[in-house]
């Protein structure tokens, strides 16, 4: 069984967000709910100062916080490492948001699947989407099992404009994924919290 | 790089410090009434007063329930929280209530001579519904303390603190219903040192907890800190939590030691109780989430 | 296992459309995913060479734009006949044929009276094939800035070096490469999608990249280097960089400059080439110390340098006057121009002439081409001003030195579509310059017919921003008629014009308007009717527009059924044209526009009225042949495929581009006779010049006049102008990033006026003022403040968004003192001064 990484190759990413927007299209989110986004900062001072680009989504962590503070098991885990959350049991107690260090999980307040792009009415598009969520429940990033399980990449991985999205098997020893993590400076978001995310960066 | 102040951020698209928003007043009231609810309950028991046990178990089961029911996106699922004993604090915490609930029903039923019970039947109620309350007066505790997410939670403290303050809420509540009802018995002077020692002891741990961490490895901890002490959050914490909650309470106990009024008492009690549910809200909302970044870029 | 584990239902029974992204001008190839008649998934079209399979996230949130509530579904009249910025219009839904009666009669009186007093205002690239219909409705005038506040100078010197539109380096081949107030690879300009991976391929196999902006754009965030300029003072620093190598260095490609541009042609000291009693321009022969004409001196015995005497006057090469007037141009002045500090224009210069390996050679599918990867690529932001013409001119000669012009590794030429470069031959060797890349220059006439004076640009784009000086005085410029009624079809002209109260005055002159769009604009919102127009994903055309590396057409199909009762913005003009009788003029155009005229067999039938799919299904099979037509498009989506080297490389052949550009001298010279003629002698004649220099703009005078601080706009990957800014998906995402938040200024400069983020503070410029918030950034110049577009907008339909109203625009001034006498390019820096808001 693989396991499923994503390594984000910043001095590729120009933040551009076109993650964001295509995982907002693909997965049909709620206003306000981003599973993938990007964090932008400036650093340092005039004429030293430089703008980074952190685009984020969830880690898939190995030892997923989330999942252990999941009172119900609404939060599993597949064989391939993806997390995701069952909202026919989320119980909508957000245990595991405030447990997420990276800030992934999304909770589906009530009244938030009535109001789309107007806030009478639902448009086509979110009629059908909307339908797939749960109010009450939590929901996330979900590597895109949908489309991985159909031999697809990711949405947010086939639109970046820049390629600094690689997804596939961390399994692979000599994989293109462990490639570039042995290769590059590779790190991933806060190691203290000792989750071992999969996914990794490359330095800029 | 200059060494430029990291900001909380109101979204998560920005750089910096996320408050905790998940978990609100509603889960504070929850934990509120489990803490002092379980703490009235068990002193009243050890104490053998009756109404001390029944007010502590419409506390729980009434306050703390019906806060988390209301709490959660999907209510009428909630028997689900009990599935993962496991691996979560929560699902623990709501078998502890459920042992609870049935024990301590059980001994107010006997209490009130509605049901009778075996002798054995009644030691393992008793046992079962103290441990359980026990547990429910620190569990939370372990709940958030859970949370490496938010570093100010988590501290081997807090489960401490929520016990002690729940034991404090306990003993403060059940020495203003005796005082109430006129009990004079030889638990009065118990009750009355308990209370002594707990005030210093929860100030003590509290100065602890917060000293601790404020000198955290993780900038998210030590900035609780700062918006405790410095912040937006310090007239409540500094007034309400250490000098309402307990140093008012402290001196004012020492004076009941002397005059023992009931009005007192009740003045002691809802200052100790206003501390005691400001600590757990401050608590809730003072918790940051840490910043992501770079390695390179981490220190600005 | 619950089956809501996920929310998407992408791959279920429905069908994957190939189409063209609308979001921006530009077109990148999209596939659309449609389920029961619902559009439920926009991707790239992985067969497309130009975008790659990828999508900017404009293009990712094309679907909000198709289900956008706030969409006008039905044509609307106005009840209110007050009309005034802010008033609402009182609008009624009404019928079609209502709807179009009453534009045909309105418009059609003023036809009759005179077809001139329409203004119309057209911003719908991808239907650039049907930018005529004023001409046919008989109207010269636009009324709009459109590509005049981006190319305005760029296009026209584009089109003189190489007959292209727009230009780009080497992506693949460049190893040095520098970025001058350009978005391109990172946020704007040329098809970001696709750029952006070609962009970061570069830097990641090593090519070094140097940014100029006043502001930290992304380029110059992920640059290696970041050169914050002074607005409108790059061509200073580019000059010092061109001092730096012809005086300092003495390094540049001679072979380059002497056989493959007029370079060594002879001047004299009327600044224009010495020629023989054939015509034919001189040129001196080094080795026997004679001038001769420019085709009988062996190539190996011309002169790139030095002056001469001929029957005792004195001449020198193109070359030799350029760097003599290089020669005051020295890094420090410079320097004391742009604040680039002197030691940084050497290095850069010494860096760039290092990468551009001067003398090397390349193979390329057989052919052997000189190989200069190093080059210089600008936008809008660089040459947008009121000397827009010489910062272009800069630019490329800078280009020239190196000899990377149209080479591998270098600056190359971007064709508008895929006719290619507009090569030919023009005077003594020389290709003949294309100014103009959209419409052939209209002659010059007196009194003008057009309100925007187009007449008087011989070598210039559509000046729009003068509309608003034509038309509020009219007499100065001989104007004999007034406006009276206008048209706008995708374009927002309250919004994309300099001196925003003078074009909304002009508004509320005219009589009648007619909008069609697809949304209520500041500008609609002065219409009498509006006609809604399909989106992108419900309209049909064949889309080729300034692809940097393709060639082919993709296609735009409806891929749902249009929402609402609307029209394909083609079936309105041409009913519109019907309906007034002169549909046979329309079709006729159609002819030349669409190349029917070149082949018979698809020509229109001049009283016939063709639908939308008629004119593509013919333009298809004019182009591709009897088996490629509008169906053929529809499921193979597009065909296009890299251009060759042989067409993306020296598309002059053997004839010289122009280095000296003497053209420009004798279209002004030309023009002045006209003028003078006419007794118009306060026309604006200074910048018909030859070659480039340094000289301080209005825009630097309007400093000493207490405005201290100049203010820029700029665009953002996630926007296209301030028009997405109503596309929720899209602000959503933008209003949380800092640079979208407020007018930003420079940290220190906050901190000396006493300014904090979030404060409220107004700008003062001699054209204007405007109101915004504060945004506190370390990453722009300390003399500047920078407005995206995205905080610029005043009226919006969706109340979801969070617009800030602080437009730019309203800063800038659209006289003439503010634009380019020569190309009519307009100055889109404004000096400002700021003042704090004090409630
Ligand atoms: N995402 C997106 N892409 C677009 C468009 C869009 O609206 N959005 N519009 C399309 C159109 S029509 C055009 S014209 C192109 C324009 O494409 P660009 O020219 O790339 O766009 P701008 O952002 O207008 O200008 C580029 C940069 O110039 C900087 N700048 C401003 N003034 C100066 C100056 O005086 N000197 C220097 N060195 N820099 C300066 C700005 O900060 C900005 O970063 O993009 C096209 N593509
Ligand atoms: N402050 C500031 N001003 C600028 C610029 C800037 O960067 N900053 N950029 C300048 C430049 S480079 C340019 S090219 C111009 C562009 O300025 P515009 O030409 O005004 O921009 P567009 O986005 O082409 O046109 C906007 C209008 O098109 C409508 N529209 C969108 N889609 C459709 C459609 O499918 N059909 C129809 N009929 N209408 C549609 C929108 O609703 C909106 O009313 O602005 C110039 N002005
Ligand atoms: S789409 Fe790619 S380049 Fe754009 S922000 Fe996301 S990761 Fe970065
Ligand atoms: S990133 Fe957060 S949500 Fe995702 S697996 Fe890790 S802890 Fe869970
Ligand atoms: S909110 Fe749902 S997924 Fe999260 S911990 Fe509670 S039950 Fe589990
Ligand atoms: S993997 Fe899928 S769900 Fe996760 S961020 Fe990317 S697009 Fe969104
Ligand atoms: S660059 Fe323009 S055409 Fe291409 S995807 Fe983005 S918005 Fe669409
Ligand atoms: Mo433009």
């Known amino acids: 069984m693989a396991r499923l990484g994503m390594v984000i190759d910043l001095k590729r990413c120009v933040g551009c967000n076109a993650c964001t927007i295509a995982c907002k299209q693909e997965n049909g989110t709620p206003a306000g709910v981003h599973f993938a986004r990007v964090i932008n900062r400036e650093v340092g001072t005039y004429p030293n100062v430089k703008r980074t680009f952190l685009p984020v989504l969830c880690n898939h962590c190995d030892d997923a916080p989330c999942l252990k503070a999941c009172p119900t098991g609404a939060t599993f885990q597949r064989p391939d490492g993806i997390v995701m959350v069952d909202d026919d049991s989320c119980i909508g107690c957000r245990a595991c948001a405030v447990s997420c260090p990276y800030l992934n999980r999304h909770f589906i307040d009530h009244g938030m699947l009535q109001k789309g792009l107007s806030d009478d009415g639902l448009t086509p598009f979110e009629q059908v989407k909307f339908a797939g969520f749960q109010e009450g429940t939590m929901t996330k990033c979900t590597f895109c099992a949908h489309r991985v399980d159909h031999g697809l990449q990711p949405a947010c991985v086939i639109t970046c404009p820049t390629e600094a999205r690689i997804f596939g098997d961390l399994d692979e020893e000599n994989g293109i994924l462990q490639t570039l993590i042995r290769e590059r400076n590779s790190w991933t978001l806060l190691p203290e919290a000792k989750t071992k995310p999969c996914v990794y960066y490359l330095d800029e | ?300 | 296992m619950a089956t809501a584990v996920t929310p998407s239902v992408t791959r279920g029974d429905g069908q994957w459309l190939p189409s063209t992204c609308g979001m921006c001008l530009h077109g990148c190839g999209i596939q659309v995913y449609v389920e029961d008649g619902v559009a439920l998934k926009i991707e790239g079209d992985p067969t497309n060479p130009d975008n790659l399979g990828k999508l900017c996230p404009k293009g990712n949130a094309g679907l909000s734009r198709l289900y956008d509530p706030a969409r006008v579904l039905k044509p609307l009249k106005r009840t209110n006949p007050v009309k005034r910025a802010g008033v609402d219009p009182g609008w009624v839904e009404i019928e079609w044929d209502e709807a179009m009666d009453i534009v045909a009669r309105e418009l059609g009186k003023i036809r009759k009276d005179d077809p001139r007093k329409l203004l119309v205002a057209i911003g719908d690239f991808q239907r650039i094939l049907f930018w005529g219909w004023p001409a046919v409705f008989g109207s010269p005038n636009f009324f709009t800035s459109l590509g005049n506040y981006c190319g305005g100078s760029y296009h026209p010197v584009n089109g003189s070096v190489d007959g292209s539109f727009a230009a780009i380096n080497d992506y693949e081949r460049c190893n040095y490469w520098i970025q001058i107030g350009s978005g391109d690879g990172f946020s704007s300009h040329l098809h970001v999608s696709g750029s952006s991976k070609r962009m970061a391929d570069a830097r990641m196999r090593g090519m070094k990249l140097v940014v100029l902006d006043p502001r930290l754009s992304t380029a110059a965030a992920k640059a290696d280097e970041w050169i914050p300029i002074v607005p409108g003072t790059d061509r200073a620093f580019v000059l010092g960089m061109a001092h730096v190598l012809v005086h300092e260095l003495d390094r540049y490609d001679r072979e380059f400059l002497r056989q493959r541009t007029n370079a060594p042609y002879l001047v004299g000291e009327d600044g224009f080439f010495v020629r023989d009693e054939k015509g034919r321009v001189l040129v001196w022969n080094e080795r026997e110390n004679h001038s001769g004409a420019w085709d009988e001196v062996p190539a190996d015995c011309v002169a790139l340098l030095g002056s001469f005497e001929i029957n005792g006057k004195k001449v020198r090469t193109g070359f030799q006057v350029w760097k003599d007037i290089l020669a005051t141009h020295t890094p420090e002045a410079m320097s004391q121009v742009c604040t680039v500090p002197a030691e940084a224009i050497r290095r850069i210069a010494r860096e760039f002439v290092d990468a551009a390996r001067i003398g090397s050679t390349i193979e390329l599918e057989g052919k052997t081409y000189p190989f200069r990867p190093a080059a210089l690529n600008y936008y809008r932001g660089s040459q947008s001003h009121s000397n827009g013409l010489f910062d272009n001119m800069t630019y490329k000669l800078f280009n020239m030195l190196v000899g990377n012009i149209d080479v591998p590794g270098g600056h190359l030429g971007v064709p508008l579509d895929t006719r290619g470069f507009f090569v030919s031959p023009g005077e003594s060797g020389q290709l003949k310059p294309e100014p103009h890349q959209l419409h052939p220059a209209p002659p010059f006439k007196y009194p003008p017919d057009s309100t925007h004076l187009m007449e008087w640009f011989p070598i210039g784009f559509d000046a729009g921003q003068l509309n608003t000086e034509t038309i509020l005085s009219p007499e100065r410029f001989g104007l004999k008629y007034q406006p009276e009624a206008m048209m706008l079809y995708h374009s927002n002209p309250i919004w994309n014009m300099p001196e925003t109260d003078k074009v909304e005055e002009i508004m509320r002159r005219m009589k009648f308007v007619v909008a069609i769009d697809i949304h209520l604009t500041e500008s609609t919102q002065w219409a009498d009717i509006f006609l809604p127009d399909r989106t992108y994903l419900e309209s049909t055309l064949l889309n080729c527009l300034e692809p940097p590396v393709v060639t082919g057409h993709s296609v735009r199909q409806p891929v749902v059924e249009p929402l609402g009762d609307t029209r394909d913005a083609y079936e309105i003009l041409t009913d519109l044209a019907q309906r007034m009788g002169f549909l046979d003029n329309w079709n006729d155009l159609l002819n030349i526009v669409c190349g029917f005229a070149f082949n018979t067999r698809y020509l229109l039938e001049p009283s016939k009225r063709y639908s939308v799919e008629e004119i593509y299904d013919r333009f298809a099979h004019s182009i591709y042949g009897d088996d490629k037509g509008l169906e053929w498009f529809k499921k193979q989506g597009h065909t296009y495929r890299p251009r060759t080297a042989k067409e993306a490389f020296e598309p002059y052949g053997n004839l010289r581009i122009p280095f000296y550009f003497e053209f420009i001298k004798q279209t002004g010279a030309e023009l002045e006779k006209q003028l003078k003629a006419h007794g118009v002698n306060d026309w604006p004649l200074e910048n018909y010049l030859p070659l480039p220099f340094w000289k301080p703009s209005q825009v630097i005078e309007d400093g000493k006049k207490g405005y201290d601080l100049y203010a820029i706009t700029f665009k953002d990957v996630i926007h296209t102008f301030g028009d997405t800014v109503v596309m929720t998906w899209l602000t959503e995402v933008s209003e949380k990033d800092p640079i979208h938040q407020g007018i930003l200024i420079n940290s220190k400069t906050a901190k000396k006026l006493g300014v904090e983020t979030g404060e409220k503070i107004r700008l003062v410029s001699p054209g204007g003022r405007i109101e915004g918030r504060a945004q506190v950034v370390e990453g722009i110049h300390p003399q500047v403040v920078g407005i995206s577009n995205s905080i610029t907008r005043e009226y919006v339909t969706n109340d979801k968004v969070n617009y800030k109203g602080s437009h730019f625009n309203r800063l800038l001034t659209g006289s003439l003192r503010y634009t380019d006498g020569a190309t009519g390019g307009l100055e889109s820096t404004a000096r400002v001064r700021l003042e704090k808001v004090s409630y």
């Open chain 2, 1 to 300: 790089m200059s060494t430029q102040t990291v900001a909380i951020v109101s979204h998560r698209f920005g750089y910096g410090f996320y408050r905790q928003a998940w978990w609100n007043w509603l889960i504070g009231s929850a934990f509120f009434f489990g803490e002092i609810g379980a703490g009235f309950f068990l002193v009243s028991q050890l104490t053998g007063n009756f109404t001390g046990m029944v007010l502590g178990y419409l506390i729980v089961m009434v306050g703390k329930n019906t806060a988390h029911l209301k709490f959660l996106g999907r209510p009428m699922r909630f028997w689900r929280a009990a599935l993962r004993p496991d691996r979560s604090w929560i699902a623990r915490g709501i078998w502890a209530t459920g042992l609870f609930g049935v024990s301590g029903l059980a001994l107010l039923l006997k209490n009130s001579g509605q049901i009778s019970l075996s002798d054995s039947t009644l030691a393992l109620a008793n046992t079962v519904a103290s441990l359980s309350a026990l547990f429910i007066m620190f569990y939370d505790g372990f709940v958030m303390n859970f949370s490496h997410a938010v570093p100010f939670w988590h501290s081997s403290l807090l489960p401490v603190l929520c016990l002690t303050y729940a034991a404090l809420g306990g003993t403060t509540l059940t020495i203003t219903l005796r005082e109430l009802q006129g009990v004079h018995d030889a638990y009065g002077v118990v009750l009355l040192r308990t209370e002594f020692v707990l005030l210093v002891l929860n100030l003590l741990l509290l100065l602890i907890y917060v000293k601790r961490m404020s000198s955290s490895q993780v900038a998210a901890a030590r900035e609780t800190v700062r918006l405790l002490v410095k912040g937006p959050y310090a007239k409540v914490f500094i007034g309400l939590v250490i000098l309402v909650g307990l140093v008012a309470t402290l001196l004012l106990s020492l004076a009941q030691n002397q005059i023992q009024q009931n009005w007192l008492a009740v003045v002691i009690a809802t200052c100790e109780l206003t501390g005691d549910y400001a600590f757990l809200m401050v608590l809730l909302k003072s918790g940051l989430f840490s910043p992501q970044t770079a390695p390179a870029y981490a220190r600005g």
